[in-house]
T-cell receptor, first 112, second 115 residues
């Protein structure tokens, strides 16, 4: 069965510090992998996606993620966090045009 | 261009009542998805339309939930005999299906509260 695990429910970082949000998945094959961000009152916005090829993918807002097949992980990173990055982050997996399976999310708090 | 829109943004109803939630996808998107997001959880898949037909409704929790997309554009999620456990944010997404992948664009959601 498919599953997505985001082990960190809540992370607090200082503005300017680096960030890594963890995501592990369980799937029958190598799925398509996504990171979404959800700000209060806003819809989910796609940050980046991985389908194949280079395992380090770049996204919007300075985010990147690395796919590691051996660890079934797809961790999200940002070298320097901005206060506007405070939001809920969701990792998701899917296959082609099918539905997405989401993790439970990681809430990011940014302190000045 | 316009994104996915959902109406109403908030809906408060009483237990046992019937509700309809509407989703307007991005123009030209052939695929439409409904998800439900309970408090503190990630979105959970409900149903997926390709055109007018439901391609996958395996996520609908029971027969009180039903969704239609009669003309292949706007979709309505219908919930009969609402229960307090139905309280959640209902998200709609759409995508332009192609052969390699689907990038789903999400609407802002409808917050349903069942009293």
């Amino acid at each position: 069965a498919q599953s997505v695990t985001q082990p960190d429910i809540h992370i607090t970082v200082s503005e300017g510090a680096s960030l890594e949000l963890r995501c592990n998945y369980s799937y029958g094959a190598t799925p398509y992998l996504f990171w979404y961000v959800q700000s209060p009152g806003q819809g989910l916005q796609l940050l980046l996606k991985y389908f194949s090829g280079d395992t380090l993918v770049q996204g919007i807002k300075g985010f990147e993620a690395e796919f590691k097949r051996s660890q079934s992980s797809f961790n999200l990173r940002k070298p320097s966090v901005h206060w506007s990055d405070a939001a809920e982050y969701f990792c998701a997996v899917g296959m082609r045009a099918n539905n997405l399976f989401f993790g439970t999310g990681t809430r990011l708090t940014v302190i000045p | 261009g316009a994104g996915v829109s959902q109406t109403p943004s908030n809906k408060v109803t009483e237990k046992g009542k019937y509700v309809e939630l509407r989703c307007d996808p991005i123009s030209g998107h052939t695929a439409l998805y409904w998800y439900r997001q309970s408090l503190g959880q990630g979105p959970e898949f409900l149903i997926y339309f390709q055109g007018t037909g439901a391609a996958d409704d395996s996520g609908l929790p029971n027969d009180r939930f039903f969704a239609v997309r009669p003309e292949g554009s706007v979709s309505t999620l219908k919930i009969q005999r609402t229960e307090r456990g139905d309280s959640a944010v209902y998200l709609c997404a759409s995508s332009f299906r192609n052969r390699s992948y689907n990038e789903q664009f999400f609407g802002p959601g409808t917050r349903l509260t069942v009293l």
